[in-house]
């Protein structure tokens, strides 16, 4: 399985960016999409997470009402809506799949696989 992110770049504070990951092969044994970020100089952290069978979300308190999480089935493909950023928001921001529950996934654990990783820098 591999994970190709797209979109991110370059905002200004107030704005609003969109990044995408697909998945290179069947979704079937996988079960939560997601995503992390990292800052500079800081350790990685969750963002925000999806599920399915059961269909669950989850977000971190950082972001929560600015981001969202959504899945296009037909593409294989989850993709993370992130508005009215901020510049802490600034980071590398790596799609993650796994065959773990939401829960375990939110906690940084049962990772099967980690995409390559978007920029996204919000400037103020």
């Known amino acids: 399985v591999q994970l190709q992110a797209s979109g991110g770049g370059l905002v200004q504070a107030g704005g609003s960016l969109r990044v995408s990951c697909a998945v290179s092969?069947?979704?079937?044994?996988?079960?939560?999409m997601g995503w992390f970020r990292q800052a500079p100089g800081k350790e990685r952290e969750f963002v925000s997470a999806?599920?399915?069978?059961?269909?669950?979300?989850n977000v971190a308190d950082s972001v929560k009402g600015r981001f969202t999480i959504s899945r296009d089935n037909a593409k294989n493909a989850v993709s993370l809506q992130m508005n009215s950023l901020k510049p802490e928001d600034t980071g590398v921001y790596f799609c993650?799949?796994?065959?773990?529950?939401?829960?375990?996934?939110?906690?940084?654990?049962?990772?099967?696989?980690w995409g390559s990783g978007t920029q996204v820098t919000v400037s103020s």
């Open positions: 092969e069947s979704t079937f044994r996988i079960s939560t």
């Open positions: 993650v799949a796994s065959r773990s529950p939401l829960s375990v996934v939110v906690k940084g654990a049962g990772v099967n696989y």
């Open positions: 999806m599920s399915w069978n059961p269909n669950l979300t």
